[in-house]
């Protein structure tokens, strides 16, 4: 990890303890309080996208927004990614805080010279900071069809320099964007679009900062590790509940850093490890993660360890064959059943 | 002959850098599973310093050299090849501290600690490994050992063959271990020292398994003593591995009695019991330096010609049967080979043998003759290529220049094994021995 590298000249973000009152949020609420509550407690951040303005974004994460800050800290772009994230750069090294929406987040890859090769190296090239987030709504299930449904975050954990967060409930989405602003590197902000009105759980208001590269355990067991993150822990979840078994479920949150001891830790425990996501397989998180354990957690394996993700396929627009080709909960029962008999 | 074989060589500084040893002819590398003394320990020439495991047996390493434990350089679980250094003994007697100090920390910082880059365990059961990937329904995997599973027996010494595996495919899985090593807690520590050899770990004593269908009136079930457990399997082994085949002469006694009778009071007046066995076993392994194809063993598609012969005695006990070896039989006379095959059957049925007494064997002398049997076909010893069985010496009426003559007599059935040698060379070697018995130039 380069975590020491990655590491400019910014203060670290402060972490108020004050055990703050929870509500319920969706998980696109929890999103759109972070960012309002950033923009109100800090003036150098800003938000900028296609239709973010009057029209509140085509999700409405930005509802409002442009009544209560106006023009010049919400701003409408023209549909040109790499001028989106480029302008975003720029604004950052004068000393701003831009969040950038991308539309969907099959779009980024008209944006991915000024992410990758610009916002990922200037603080290796010239020691300059870049405090950008890039909003990525991703994911399918909704018949999106190829380029609405992507989920592109392997692309960016072969960019050194870039953060890649991913998180799979309201809180953890609410806590990973606030600290997501407040990180001095280029963050990439994985949002799972099924997840915006499905997912509804307590989170904390006011301040609430979760740290980025720690993984959460969202149900201990000993039986099995499930490794997901995004909308896979919650089909994790649901797989263990309805086979009853001795699973745990380890939620990655963060996807680069990653929290390896989590991973290793719980590896250790179950000697089982499926590693879930619905991106496609090949050199994804899954391999990663494999090799991971793989490389330290040799001597404590009981079983292969296996991956549940898409195949390598575009995501198709037909309901039945995208079924097919995203991981489905039935799959996740299957591939925990077999690894539980192994 | 030092004890155990343990050799250690004397580095710089007064330390001794203790190696692993060559537990036995066949094995190449050990397995450490327990360290008895821990860095900073004192230790005493000869104290137990830690428990190595073969794939034949497991064998205590005494201290080369009293002093103190400076250095574990092999952590427990950790394989590896004889020779390798496992430890450093700091002898206090320094002889040039310096040289040779920056090299043993080295190695031992690269010990233990270097946990994920170390060698995998042994790779007991590798064999028959596939991918183990798509449907897991339908292979045999009752011999796959997972690395945890490898890596947990050998860390509570566990025998995997022993143990039952619940999961696919009867996969021994993380669960049954723990099973085990639970179920081993909580049984009495008892551990017996006999077995068959090759010595195999000790299978450790667990509840009788649930047996597949309960007593019937009239019969009586009782579970194999862990040695009864180690012949079985050695037997059953040992049959499917070698091409057995047997054949036998018969030798005519008369020289072997009049030459016994000469001896016998002298020999009785030094404390040996001079048999008939002993006038075998100097026969044979003297044919044996003319064919050392029976002094051998296979492995693989090579064939491993022994320089010594270590001869390995039967003996029966109460409860089963336990084979102690001779080391470099060819160096004793008749006198000490008498005297070499009283003490090891002593040693044998009053339990008091060690490992290194049943291991190294190179060919095996069975004496059921004893008991009035006329003729066998024994079961080779692995990795052996060759037993000789002495039945009992009678009388018969044998035709001896066309005249009629009562002799004592007996069958010396040989069982060899085909791929390593042929009929025609099992029977000049038996040829040889019946020569030389029936010269009565026994010596």
């Given at each position: 990890m380069a975590e020491a590298q990655l590491t400019s000249d910014e203060p670290a973000p402060a972490v108020e303890a004050q055990a703050p009152a929870t509500r319920e949020l969706t998980y696109l609420e929890a999103i759109s309080e972070a960012l309002r509550e950033e923009m109100r407690r800090d003036e150098t951040v800003i938000c900028m996208g296609e239709d973010i303005g009057a029209f509140g974004g085509a999700f409405k994460v930005t509802d409002g927004f442009y009544e209560e800050f106006g023009a010049a800290r919400v701003i409408n772009t023209p549909l040109a990614e790499n001028a989106i994230i480029g302008t975003a750069v720029g604004a950052a090294i004068e000393g701003l805080r831009p969040v950038c929406e991308m539309q969907f987040a099959d779009f980024i890859s008209c944006g991915f010279d000024q992410l990758v090769n610009v916002a990922a190296k200037l603080h290796y090239r010239q020691g300059i900071a870049v405090p950008i987030v890039v909003r990525l709504p991703s994911g399918g299930g909704f018949s999106g069809g190829p380029f609405h449904s992507?989920?592109?975050e392997a692309w960016f954990l072969q960019a050194p320099g870039l953060k890649v967060v991913a998180p799979a409930t309201a809180a953890d989405a609410k806590g990973l964007l606030i600290s997501a602003i407040r990180d001095p590197n280029p963050v990439c902000f994985l949002e799972h679009k099924g997840l915006y009105r499905t997912v509804r759980d307590e989170v904390p208001a006011g301040e609430h900062a979760v740290p980025l590269g720690k993984a959460r355990v969202a149900r201990e067991g000993s039986e099995l590790t499930v490794i997901a993150y995004g909308s896979s822990v919650h089909l994790a979840l649901r797989a263990a509940e309805e086979l009853g078994e001795d699973i745990e479920v380890i939620d990655l949150r963060s996807l680069c850093p990653m929290d390896t001891e989590a991973i290793l830790a719980s590896v250790r425990k179950t000697s089982k490890v499926l590693v879930a996501h619905e991106a496609t397989r090949s050199c994804g998180v899954g391999a990663e993660v494999s090799a991971l354990i793989a490389e330290h957690a040799f001597e404590y394996l009981d079983a292969p360890v296996r991956r549940l993700t898409a195949p390598d396929v575009p995501i198709p627009f037909s309901p039945p064959l995208e079924q097919a080709v995203l991981p489905q909960l039935d799959d996740m029962k299957e591939a925990c059943d077999e690894l539980l008999r192994y | 002959m030092s004890s155990s074989g343990t050799s250690a060589a004397l580095a710089a500084g007064g330390r001794v850098e203790v190696t692993m040893p060559q537990m036995g002819i066949s094995v190449s590398e050990g397995t450490i599973?327990?360290?008895?003394k821990q860095p900073g320990d004192e230790v005493v020439a000869d104290e137990v310093l830690c428990e190595v495991s073969t794939d034949k047996i497991d064998v205590e390493i005494p201290c080369?050299?009293?002093?103190?434990?400076?250095?574990?350089?092999v952590g427990e679980g950790e394989t590896v090849a004889v020779g390798t250094p496992i430890a450093l003994v700091l002898t206090g007697e320094s002889n040039g501290e310096g040289a040779g100090t920056a090299g043993a920390r080295e190695r031992a910082a690269a010990g233990p600690g270097a946990g994920g880059s170390s060698a995998a365990p042994g790779?007991?059961?590798?064999?028959?490994?596939?991918?183990?990937?798509?449907?897991?329904?339908?292979?045999?995997?009752?011999r796959f050992y997972s690395p945890v599973v490898q890596r947990m027996a050998a860390e509570h010494g566990i025998d995997l063959e022993s143990i039952a595996g619940t999961g696919v495919g009867g996969r021994v899985r993380k669960k049954d271990v723990e099973t085990a090593i639970a179920a081993r807690s909580a049984a009495p520590a008892h551990k017996t020292l006999h077995t068959e050899s090759p010595y195999r770990p000790e299978p450790e004593a667990q509840a009788p398994a649930p047996s597949a269908r309960p007593a019937l009136a009239g019969e009586r079930r009782e579970v194999m003593t862990p040695m009864r457990k180690a012949i079985a399997e050695h037997m059953v082994r040992s049959r499917r591995t070698a091409a057995h085949v047997t054949t036998v002469v018969e030798v005519d006694f008369s020289a072997v009695r009049r030459r016994r009778a000469e001896l016998r009071a002298d020999l009785e007046r030094r404390g040996v019991k001079l048999t008939y066995l002993a006038f075998v076993a100097r026969a044979a392994v003297a044919a044996l330096q003319e064919f050392p194809v029976l002094n051998a063993s296979v492995d693989g598609e090579e064939l491993v010609y022994h320089d010594s012969v270590n001869l390995g005695i039967a003996v029966a006990l109460d409860d089963g049967l336990v084979v102690p070896v001779i080391p470099?039989?060819?160096?004793?006379s008749l006198e000490g080979m008498a005297a070499a095959i009283a003490e090891v059957a002593e040693k044998a049925r009053t339990g008091r043998l060690v490992p290194d007494d049943v291991q190294g064997g190179t060919f095996t002398i069975t004496n059921p003759g004893q008991f009035g049997a006329i003729i066998a076909t024994p079961i080779i010893n692995q990795p052996q290529v060759a037993i000789l069985d002495l039945e009992a010496v009678v009388k018969r009426p044998v035709v001896v220049d066309d005249a009629i003559a009562i002799r004592p007599m007996a069958y010396l059935p040989l069982s060899f094994d085909h791929r390593a040698l042929d009929g025609a060379t099992a029977a000049r070697f038996l040829s040889r021995i019946k020569a030389i018995l029936e010269s009565g130039d026994v010596s």
């Amino acid at each position: 990890m380069a975590e020491a590298q990655l590491t400019s000249d910014e203060p670290a973000p402060a972490v108020e303890a004050q055990a703050p009152a929870t509500r319920e949020l969706t998980y696109l609420e929890a999103i759109s309080e972070a960012l309002r509550e950033e923009m109100r407690r800090d003036e150098t951040v800003i938000c900028m996208g296609e239709d973010i303005g009057a029209f509140g974004g085509a999700f409405k994460v930005t509802d409002g927004f442009y009544e209560e800050f106006g023009a010049a800290r919400v701003i409408n772009t023209p549909l040109a990614e790499n001028a989106i994230i480029g302008t975003a750069v720029g604004a950052a090294i004068e000393g701003l805080r831009p969040v950038c929406e991308m539309q969907f987040a099959d779009f980024i890859s008209c944006g991915f010279d000024q992410l990758v090769n610009v916002a990922a190296k200037l603080h290796y090239r010239q020691g300059i900071a870049v405090p950008i987030v890039v909003r990525l709504p991703s994911g399918g299930g909704f018949s999106g069809g190829p380029f609405h449904s992507q989920n592109p975050e392997a692309w960016f954990l072969q960019a050194p320099g870039l953060k890649v967060v991913a998180p799979a409930t309201a809180a953890d989405a609410k806590g990973l964007l606030i600290s997501a602003i407040r990180d001095p590197n280029p963050v990439c902000f994985l949002e799972h679009k099924g997840l915006y009105r499905t997912v509804r759980d307590e989170v904390p208001a006011g301040e609430h900062a979760v740290p980025l590269g720690k993984a959460r355990v969202a149900r201990e067991g000993s039986e099995l590790t499930v490794i997901a993150y995004g909308s896979s822990v919650h089909l994790a979840l649901r797989a263990a509940e309805e086979l009853g078994e001795d699973i745990e479920v380890i939620d990655l949150r963060s996807l680069c850093p990653m929290d390896t001891e989590a991973i290793l830790a719980s590896v250790r425990k179950t000697s089982k490890v499926l590693v879930a996501h619905e991106a496609t397989r090949s050199c994804g998180v899954g391999a990663e993660v494999s090799a991971l354990i793989a490389e330290h957690a040799f001597e404590y394996l009981d079983a292969p360890v296996r991956r549940l993700t898409a195949p390598d396929v575009p995501i198709p627009f037909s309901p039945p064959l995208e079924q097919a080709v995203l991981p489905q909960l039935d799959d996740m029962k299957e591939a925990c059943d077999e690894l539980l008999r192994y | 002959m030092s004890s155990s074989g343990t050799s250690a060589a004397l580095a710089a500084g007064g330390r001794v850098e203790v190696t692993m040893p060559q537990m036995g002819i066949s094995v190449s590398e050990g397995t450490i599973v327990e360290w008895r003394k821990q860095p900073g320990d004192e230790v005493v020439a000869d104290e137990v310093l830690c428990e190595v495991s073969t794939d034949k047996i497991d064998v205590e390493i005494p201290c080369p050299a009293s002093g103190v434990l400076e250095s574990v350089l092999v952590g427990e679980g950790e394989t590896v090849a004889v020779g390798t250094p496992i430890a450093l003994v700091l002898t206090g007697e320094s002889n040039g501290e310096g040289a040779g100090t920056a090299g043993a920390r080295e190695r031992a910082a690269a010990g233990p600690g270097a946990g994920g880059s170390s060698a995998a365990p042994g790779p007991k059961g590798t064999g028959d490994r596939r991918p183990a990937t798509g449907d897991p329904g339908e292979l045999d995997r009752s011999r796959f050992y997972s690395p945890v599973v490898q890596r947990m027996a050998a860390e509570h010494g566990i025998d995997l063959e022993s143990i039952a595996g619940t999961g696919v495919g009867g996969r021994v899985r993380k669960k049954d271990v723990e099973t085990a090593i639970a179920a081993r807690s909580a049984a009495p520590a008892h551990k017996t020292l006999h077995t068959e050899s090759p010595y195999r770990p000790e299978p450790e004593a667990q509840a009788p398994a649930p047996s597949a269908r309960p007593a019937l009136a009239g019969e009586r079930r009782e579970v194999m003593t862990p040695m009864r457990k180690a012949i079985a399997e050695h037997m059953v082994r040992s049959r499917r591995t070698a091409a057995h085949v047997t054949t036998v002469v018969e030798v005519d006694f008369s020289a072997v009695r009049r030459r016994r009778a000469e001896l016998r009071a002298d020999l009785e007046r030094r404390g040996v019991k001079l048999t008939y066995l002993a006038f075998v076993a100097r026969a044979a392994v003297a044919a044996l330096q003319e064919f050392p194809v029976l002094n051998a063993s296979v492995d693989g598609e090579e064939l491993v010609y022994h320089d010594s012969v270590n001869l390995g005695i039967a003996v029966a006990l109460d409860d089963g049967l336990v084979v102690p070896v001779i080391p470099r039989a060819e160096r004793l006379s008749l006198e000490g080979m008498a005297a070499a095959i009283a003490e090891v059957a002593e040693k044998a049925r009053t339990g008091r043998l060690v490992p290194d007494d049943v291991q190294g064997g190179t060919f095996t002398i069975t004496n059921p003759g004893q008991f009035g049997a006329i003729i066998a076909t024994p079961i080779i010893n692995q990795p052996q290529v060759a037993i000789l069985d002495l039945e009992a010496v009678v009388k018969r009426p044998v035709v001896v220049d066309d005249a009629i003559a009562i002799r004592p007599m007996a069958y010396l059935p040989l069982s060899f094994d085909h791929r390593a040698l042929d009929g025609a060379t099992a029977a000049r070697f038996l040829s040889r021995i019946k020569a030389i018995l029936e010269s009565g130039d026994v010596s």
